[in-house]
């Protein structure tokens, strides 16, 4: 099993930036990709970037691409995601998952972030 702690939300003005970070602990060795995923109130959750665990690719939904960057620090085996230009649509619970290609096996228990207009 892996273990995934997200840190790093709160509340920011639009134009603002925050930078989140996902914490991965476990059995790392059956990580292939890591993604970060978004859910605002009322709405499904959604898909904002992912990096593979080598760290190698990116991937980033159209609505965050240019804003928002996904990076690995392999020492602290660290996700981060860095969101810049925080827009009020940017507002949801923000997740970090991890699994073997394909799926997202597991999840980390998420974190608020606020944009205010």
């Known amino acids: 099993q892996v273990q995934l702690v997200e840190s790093g939300g709160g509340l920011v003005q639009a134009g603002g930036s925050l930078r989140l970070s996902c914490a991965v602990s476990?059995?790392?060795?059956?990580?292939?990709?890591v993604g970060w995923f978004r859910q605002a109130p009322g709405k499904e959750r959604e898909s904002v970037a992912a990096i593979s665990w080598s760290g190698s690719s990116t991937h980033y939904a159209n609505s965050v691409r240019g804003r928002f960057t996904i990076s690995r620090d392999n020492a602290k085996n660290t996700v981060y995601l860095q969101m810049n230009s925080l827009k009020p649509e940017d507002t949801a619970v923000y997740y970090c998952?991890?699994?073997?290609?394909?799926?997202?096996?597991?999840w980390g228990q998420g974190t608020q972030v606020t944009v205010s207009a």
């Open positions: 476990g059995r790392t060795f059956s990580i292939s990709v």
């Open positions: 998952a991890a699994g073997p290609a394909g799926t997202y096996d597991d």
